[in-house]
């Protein structure tokens, strides 16, 4: 009993250990375990009998497909190989009013700002060529540690069961379908038949390769991105900033959201194939340098990447549909993909309800989901990706480029 300790969450255990195991019991998250079954050579557990949809991933994608699923009635499992939906958070957190009112009422539980102005500065060797503000569109940055458990708990609440800390590490096919999934969980590896999956496992998805669907991305249509949560800052609580500058952010923009009580996301993102740095260096040059956060301090560090690519085509296959980050479903201006990855997640779920309806879960019973996020979602961000193309990273500090950003920032 002796041997073990646990302070801070941090479990250390003595020489007089006699591996009695108490130690596996005592972790709060699981993390010492004993040999699972699989492990041990016996054939691996099957659970939970067979669902009408299972899917991978808790973001704002998945977790509305689940919600809108069970809604209509299917037997759906919402995986999430997190401990915790919606943490730790990798994102800037802006939405638009009107955008998000097509899925819930704005509550100031996972409302950090409401911002109703917007400014953008372009900059060419270090001078400000360009200056752009806006004001009247309302929108929020948002508190997505809790916003997206909020859409699981929805899901939830509808009759989804809703497991964390289980990670699909692989596909069940039979007769060329996907029939279900293989995971992991509490050291178990378990597999779950479903009629349909939907993969919603963001931007390092790989279920949908395992399905034999093309989800490769090009270095320069990846957004590598830093971003500090700072406090402290001097700035207008109501404004949300971007920064168009080739030698701060090469190929991307920075950006200041604000989060209230002089706190903000302050970030950027740099085109993969342009940097000569890390993000994060790039980062600290653009703090230090803006008067109105140079004193403030980073509370938080993030780093991830934003899928600036044309959609995936195809999104279906047989058995299975892609959505949201998985599907490369994000403003290539912008980067902004909650509200696509919420939009794909609601028709991916109503197509599966009308394809299981019908015994037609191929990829052709599936087709009316791809067409309708073409249509719906798809002709604007094929149209920015071209944008993009158009303005390559030293011709962004103009006037037109900035115009359409502006434009395209309004609607994220
Ligand atoms: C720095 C940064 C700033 C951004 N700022 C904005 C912004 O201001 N506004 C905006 O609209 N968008 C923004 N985005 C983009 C936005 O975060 C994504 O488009 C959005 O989160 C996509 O939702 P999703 O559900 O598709 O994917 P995600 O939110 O990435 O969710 C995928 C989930 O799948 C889980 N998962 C992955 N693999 C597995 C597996 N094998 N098994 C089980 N679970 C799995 C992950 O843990 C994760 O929870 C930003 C992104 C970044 C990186």
Request: with cysteine; proline share 4%; hydrophobic share 45%.
């Given at each position: 009993m002796d041997a073990i300790h646990?302070?801070?969450?941090?479990?250390?255990?003595?020489?007089?250990?006699?591996?009695?195991?108490?130690?596996?019991?005592?972790?709060?998250?699981?993390?010492?375990?004993?040999?699972?079954?699989?492990?041990?050579?016996?054939?691996?557990?099957?659970?939970?009998?067979?669902?009408?949809?299972?899917?991978v991933g808790a973001g704002p994608a998945g977790a509305m497909a689940a919600w809108r699923a069970a809604e209509l009635g299917l037997a759906t499992l919402l995986l999430e190989k997190r401990q915790e939906i919606g943490s730790p958070v990798r994102c800037a957190e802006g939405v638009a009013h009107e955008a998000l009112l097509q899925f819930l009422e704005p509550d100031p539980s996972w409302i950090s700002a409401r911002v109703e102005r917007a400014q953008i500065v372009a900059?060419?060797?270090?001078?400000?060529?360009?200056?752009?503000?806006?004001?009247?569109?309302?929108?929020?940055?948002?508190?997505?540690?809790?916003?997206?458990?909020?859409l699981a708990e929805r899901a939830a609440l509808a009759g989804?069961?809703?497991?964390?800390?289980?990670?699909?590490?692989?596909?069940?096919?039979?007769?060329?379908?996907?029939?279900?999934?293989?995971?992991?969980?509490?050291?178990?590896?378990?597999?779950?038949?479903?009629?349909?999956?939907?993969?919603?496992?963001?931007?390092?998805?790989?279920?949908?390769?395992?399905?034999?669907?093309?989800?490769?991305?090009?270095?320069?249509?990846?957004?590598?991105?830093a971003q500090y949560l700072l406090a402290g800052i001097d700035w207008d609580p109501g404004?949300?900033?971007?920064?168009?500058?080739?030698e701060i952010a090469p190929g991307g923009y920075a950006w200041v959201f604000?989060?209230?009580?002089?706190?903000?996301?302050?970030?950027?993102?740099?085109?993969?194939?342009?940097?000569?740095?890390?993000?994060?260096?790039?980062?600290?040059?653009?703090?230090?340098?803006?008067?109105?956060?140079?004193?403030?301090?980073?509370?938080?560090?993030?780093?991830?990447?934003?899928?600036?690519?044309?959609?995936?085509?195809?999104?279906?296959?047989?058995?299975?549909?892609?959505?949201?980050?998985?599907?490369?479903?994000?403003d290539p201006l912008t980067g902004g993909g909650i509200i696509n990855a919420m939009s794909a997640g609601r028709m991916a779920a109503q197509v599966a309800a009308e394809a299981l309806a019908g015994g037609d879960t191929t990829a052709r019973g599936l087709m009316a989901y791809q067409e309708q996020a073409e249509r719906i979602l798809g002709r604007r961000l094929v149209r920015n990706y071209r944008l993009r193309e158009r303005f390559p990273p030293a011709r962004r500090a103009s006037r037109d480029f900035v115009r359409l950003f502006a434009v395209a920032a309004g609607g994220k």
């Open positions: 646990l302070a801070e969450m941090r479990l250390t255990v003595r020489e007089t250990c006699i591996e009695c195991g108490l130690c596996v019991m005592a972790c709060p998250v699981g993390a010492l375990r004993e040999p699972g079954a699989h492990e041990l050579g016996r054939p691996s557990a099957r659970v939970g009998g067979r669902y009408d949809l299972v899917v900059l060419a060797n270090g001078k400000v060529v360009e200056r752009w503000q806006g004001s009247g569109g309302l929108g929020y940055v948002l508190e997505r540690r809790v916003f997206d458990r909020v989804a069961q809703v497991r964390v800390k289980t990670a699909v590490t692989g596909l069940l096919q039979g007769d060329g379908a996907v029939c279900g999934v293989v995971a992991e969980w509490q050291g178990q590896r378990i597999e779950i038949e479903a009629g349909l999956v939907i993969a919603a496992d963001g931007i390092e998805s790989r279920v949908g390769t395992w399905a034999g669907l093309n989800t490769q991305i090009a270095l320069e249509d990846a957004m590598a991105c404004c949300l900033g971007y920064w168009i500058d080739d604000p989060k209230g009580d002089g706190r903000a996301n302050v970030g950027l993102g740099v085109q993969a194939d342009q940097t000569k740095e890390t993000p994060l260096a790039y980062l600290n040059r653009f703090v230090e340098r803006e008067p109105a956060l140079a004193k403030a301090s980073p509370v938080t560090l993030v780093a991830g990447t934003v899928p600036v690519a044309l959609p995936c085509r195809p999104l279906v296959t047989h058995g299975l549909m892609l959505v949201g980050d998985a599907a490369r479903q994000v």
